[in-house]
């Protein structure tokens, strides 16, 4: 066999494993979709969590009257791993999530040296109880999927 086939072979090689890598979703222990604190109304919030399109992070509008924005602060999901007490640990952290009884969540904040910085309980909002601007936002961040005409 010549060199030439041989580095041909690698090269395959490398691109199929390479492929399979990239094939594998990182999956969180949550439902995909938008994310508000339970005690937000899911058409009057300014800051989200987002969970979809293989991302993990907050959108939000900032400045006077939420006016400026949106800032996308999602990350792509690379890794979890598990965390104490049922958390999920989201790529390296800080964040990590758990599920919770009936559709809700938990994300918090954890420092390795300080612990728990905080912990916000959360609910699943439909993209059509959003306000039209925060679906406009994750529609052209695509973090929403289209909707389809008929």
Known sequence: ???????????VGSM??????????????ISEGVWVKTDTQCGAAYMVRVYAAGRFGDVYFYGPN?????????????????GKNGFTVVNE??????????????VRAVSLSEGVQWSEPMKLCAPNALSPKMRAALLRLRLLPTPKRP
Not at 1 to 11: D, T, W
Not at 93 to 105: D, F, M, N, T, W
């Open 16 to 29: 199929v494993v390479g492929s399979t890598v990239q094939a594998q979703t990182v999956k969180l222990p």
């Open 66 to 82: 939420q006016a400026m924005g949106p800032a996308n602060e999602t990350e792509v999901l690379i890794k979890t791993t598990p």
């Open 93 to 106: 952290g800080p964040l990590e999530v758990s599920a919770r009884p009936k559709g809700q969540a938990v």
């Open 1 to 11: 066999m010549g060199q030439g086939f041989i580095r041909s072979a690698i090269l």
